[in-house]
């Protein structure tokens, strides 16, 4: 191998993030005090639906004290505020370390006169012109622009900047339902696309045999459940062991486990490993009473905001996590669960953010463990076909 081969890392695939998520801009271009009140009016307007951040710096002539007890010496202080939580932090946050603190919200604003985003609002303000012209490297993917009350065109060096800034949306500073409507559009466009994962890696050692290769409708439960999820997803994977993956069928995407020896929780980690930017549906290959209805009345109800949308179980009121859509942020969730070393789903649904629904048809989410269980499921199939 020549040092040219040679390769120090693994190739991994990386979330489309940019400083702090998936989905922010920056507000730049006009005194802090106008970006903040634009900040306020478009998180008032979509915190309903989207959870939202924002990110700024302080800025002040004189050099503060630091808060409470970091002035001591404390690396970190948290308070319980009663209506929110307070963390104080006496180290500056790697961009690594943001990302993670930022991982919850699906959209932050930041206050461009002091920090970057990936995308940018640029409001053309006559004050902050040569503010503004300084900044130019930093107008990166610029996706609005906006006209303060006291200019009426949009700058020279901003139309030489920006090639295409006539196919940018350009409104006045007070049009803020135009400007909302913007934000709107731009996360619903940014809804992840979903891909499906049946889960058909597992040892089967209550049942003595692969419960994946149970033939129920006339194929394999493994392939019946991801024919199932087809019509509702852009991709669909069979999740396997590396020893599994000679006996699935060739017209099947497979997707070999990475994290090896956490069941279900590793298959999960290695879906979002091969494609982090989408949400994923997963099933078990143990649910041989589930119908497409079950699946379109998840889906239907999926909230992005929540890490995942899940039913809670008719047996014991926990979240099912083995038909659930698992969101992209819940990506880093489960990693760090799996850092405190735990490896269910069920808890990371249970003490994380979660969009818990009551299950249409409770029998959809029988599970078929062991060969008494087969035989009364059987039963119960056999009797569906006779009525129908």
């Not at 302080?58 to 307070?86: C, F, K, S, W």
């Not at 990693?335 to 789903?345: D, E, H, K, M, R």
């Amino acid at each position: 191998m020549t040092l040219k081969e040679h390769r120090k890392h693994t190739d991994l695939t990386r979330p489309a993030l940019g400083n702090y998520g998936r989905n922010e801009w920056a507000i730049m271009g006009a005194p802090c005090v106008l970006i903040k009140a634009l900040a306020d009016q478009v998180i008032h307007a979509l915190s309903s639906t989207y959870k939202c951040a924002y990110a700024d710096t302080a800025h002040h002539d004189e050099m503060a004290l630091a808060p409470g007890r970091l002035a001591n010496g404390a690396v970190l202080e948290y308070t319980d505020q009663i209506n929110h939580q307070q963390f104080n932090f006496n180290s500056l946050k790697t961009p690594f370390e943001l990302r993670q603190q930022f991982n919850d919200a699906d959209l932050v604003l930041v206050n461009g006169n002091h920090q970057q985003a990936k995308a940018q609002v640029v409001i053309i303000y006559e004050n902050k012109r040569a503010s503004l012209e300084k900044r130019l490297a930093q107008l990166t993917s610029v996706q609005l622009i906006l006209l303060a009350d006291d200019v009426d065109e949009v700058f020279d060096f901003i139309k030489e900047a920006i090639p295409n800034w006539l196919d940018i949306p350009l409104y006045r500073l007070d049009e803020t339902d135009k400007i909302i409507a913007f934000f709107e559009t731009k996360m619903q466009h940014a809804k992840p696309a979903l891909n499906g994962l049946v889960l058909a890696g597992g040892k089967s050692m209550r049942m003595g045999y692969d419960k994946g290769s149970v033939n129920w409708f006339g194929k394999e439960q493994r392939y019946h459940a991801a024919d199932m999820l087809k019509p509702f997803c852009q991709e669909v994977f069979i999740s396997c062991r590396a020893d599994q993956k000679q006996q699935i069928n060739v017209n099947y995407n497979l997707l070999e486990d990475t994290f090896t020896e956490l069941g279900p929780f590793g298959a999960i980690l290695s879906a979002f490993r091969e494609q982090p930017d989408k949400a994923w549906l997963v099933v078990a290959c143990d649910l041989p009473l589930l119908e497409t209805d079950t699946f379109k009345f998840l889906i239907e109800h999926r909230k992005i905001s929540a890490i995942a949308t899940a039913f809670n179980s008719p047996e014991n009121e926990f979240p099912e996590p083995l038909i659930t859509i698992w969101e992209p942020k819940s990506y880093p969730a489960l990693l760090a669960f799996l850092a405190q070393g735990y490896s269910c789903p069920r808890k990371v649904l249970i003490n994380s953010d979660v969009n818990l629904l009551q299950v249409p048809n409770p029998a959809a989410l029988t599970n078929v463990n062991t060969p008494d269980d087969l035989q009364r499921v059987k039963g119960i199939i056999h009797q569906k076909i006779a009525n129908d």
